[in-house]
């Protein structure tokens, strides 16, 4: 196999993993902090939070940003731990900083272990908003737990794939350099022009 194969065969590899769904999955194993989608309540115990916005952007999940206002939202909760099915649990949700309450459900059992949070008219401002979810056991105290996320600005990119784009780019372009030497040259005299100036 040529040294050109063997770059080209290695970098749609790399491609293909870095475009894996596993590898753009919320989990991680344990011990790891990858899902940033997650309350953690009490150390190694956790609830998942996803965010929905269907008529707006059909399929597709939220966690820290919400693109649009003034649409149905859903918020979904699923506690990883069926202990908490047990307790009575309170979401609310304020707009920040100054803290009102735009959404607000009393403490009650959910035995499923999934909670919806409906908002038919989502949310009406743009800005910061916090999640507070609190968990009201039978005896002993009260575990309240928040949850930052902001809306109404639109799709965003977070830098680390914006910096993952861009680190396939370069790393095409590089593969193109070694393996095509029409485009090597042209790249060569580009820098030899560069380094008179």
Not at 67 to 72: A, E, F, G, Q, R
Request: proline content about 4%; some cysteine.
């Amino acid at each position: 196999m040529s040294k050109k194969n063997i770059l080209r065969n290695g970098f749609l590899g790399l491609v293909g993993l870095l475009l894996s769904s596993a590898v753009w999955a919320h989990g991680g194993a344990k011990g790891t902090d990858t899902d940033q989608c997650k309350f953690e309540i009490e150390p190694d115990h956790w609830i998942h939070y996803t965010a929905y916005q269907p008529l707006a952007y059909s399929g597709e999940e939220f966690c820290g940003n919400l693109p649009s206002l003034d649409t149905l939202t859903k918020l979904v909760f699923d506690y990883q731990d069926p202990r908490y099915r047990n307790m009575s649990v309170e979401f609310e949700v304020t707009k920040e900083p100054e803290g009102s309450r735009v959404f607000f459900m009393e403490a009650k059992k959910h035995k499923s272990g999934t909670v919806v949070l409906s908002l038919p008219n989502g949310l009406s401002e743009q800005g910061k908003y916090l999640i507070h979810i609190t968990l009201v056991p039978d005896e002993g105290e009260r575990l309240d737990v928040h949850m930052g996320f902001q809306a109404g600005f639109g799709e965003q990119m977070s830098m680390g794939s914006m910096g993952l784009y861009v680190l396939i780019v370069f790393g095409a372009l590089y593969v193109l350099y070694l393996s095509h030497a029409g485009f090597k040259e042209k790249v060569d005299g580009m820098l030899g022009k560069a380094k008179e100036i």
